[in-house]
C-alpha cells in the first residue's frame, strides 16, 4: 500500500521560513520523481517544485530563488524548504509521486496536504 504523509505545515509570519516533509512508503522512493504542489482557497492546484531520481530540480517562478527540494532516499523522506515567506505562499501543500512501476505501469500518488498559514 503506498502511502504519502505530509508534515511541517502551519502559521507562519510573513518573511519566515518553513520545511515541508513527505515521507514515503510502499513506492521505490529512488526511482520516482517527487514533486510538492499546492493549492490556494479557491485557485487550482499548482506544480511548486519537482526533483527527479537524478536529483535534478525544477522550480515555479514564484518561489524560484526562495525554496529548494530535496530528498533524503535513506529516510524516504521529500523535503521543501521555502524562505522568505509571502502571502501568497498559503495553501495546502501536497506531495505527488510519479513513475513507472517494476511491472512498466505508470504510477502517480498523492499525500493527504498540510496547510500552510502566513500571518502578514
Known amino acids: 500500500q503506498v502511502q504519502l504523509v505530509e508534515s511541517g505545515g502551519g502559521l507562519v509570519q510573513a518573511g519566515g521560513s518553513l520545511r515541508l516533509s513527505c515521507i514515503a512508503s510502499?513506492?521505490?522512493?529512488?526511482?520516482?520523481?517527487m514533486d510538492w504542489h499546492r493549492q490556494a482557497p479557491g485557485m487550482p492546484r499548482e506544480l511548486v517544485a519537482t526533483?527527479?531520481?537524478?536529483?535534478?530540480?525544477g522550480y515555479a517562478n514564484s518561489v524560484k530563488d526562495r525554496s529548494t527540494i530535496s530528498r533524503d532516499t535513506a529516510k524516504n523522506t521529500l523535503y521543501l524548504q521555502m524562505n522568505n515567506l509571502k502571502p501568497e505562499d498559503a495553501g495546502v501543500y501536497f506531495c505527488?509521486?510519479?513513475?513507472?512501476?517494476?511491472?512498466?505501469?505508470?504510477?502517480?500518488?498523492w499525500g493527504q496536504g498540510t496547510s500552510v498559514t502566513i500571518a502578514s
Open positions: 505527488r509521486a510519479r513513475g513507472r512501476s517494476i511491472y512498466g505501469r505508470d504510477y502517480e500518488y
Open positions: 510502499g513506492i521505490t522512493f529512488t526511482a520516482a520523481t
Open positions: 526533483i527527479g531520481s537524478d536529483g535534478i530540480t
